[in-house]
């Protein structure tokens, strides 16, 4: 199997929602931070110094904007959430789905002709061909190729799943059709 274009649009997604929900917890860790400093500034800041009282201000301007920027790093992180999720519903249909179909095709079609000199009924053939070990692993390859609707936080490892899985049919090509 070659790596393709599809392949690689999986990666560059993820790293934008991997990206978002850094910037969300840089953002929270900022607002713990600030909140803290700003608790005690303002317990021990001598009302006579200017600039103690200008550093809570500028905490105090943090705290009101740093919910705005966590609410649009929010937005964001859902777009991109939904947007890998799309790039997957893609990548199945277009990629992956087919390349695992053309997969079972051929390893079906290797254990037909080394099983074929033994059996005289068509139909002995082909239930023979569904039990033997090298069909059920290209089927446990297949089979893990689903589109779902995962919960946004989960979008991730579903992504990761699918680059696993089409990493599993090259291994299995190269294993065993190659």
Known sequence: MKNSDSTSTIPA???KVT???IEIQQLQTLAADTGAELTALELSVDLADAEGLAKIGRLQTMMALIPHRQTDHETALAAS???LLKVCYE???????PRLGDLMKRTRAKVRAELMPHFTHSW????????TVLVAECQGIYHLVTISDPPMDQVPQYAARLLQTWQDAEVFENGHLA
């Open 81 to 83: 959430q939904a947007n």
């Open 91 to 97: 990548f199945i249909a277009v990629t992956l789905s």
């Open 13 to 15: 997604a993820l790293e």
């Open 19 to 21: 990206a978002a929900g």
């Open 124 to 131: 002995e053939l082909e239930a023979a061909i569904e039990k």
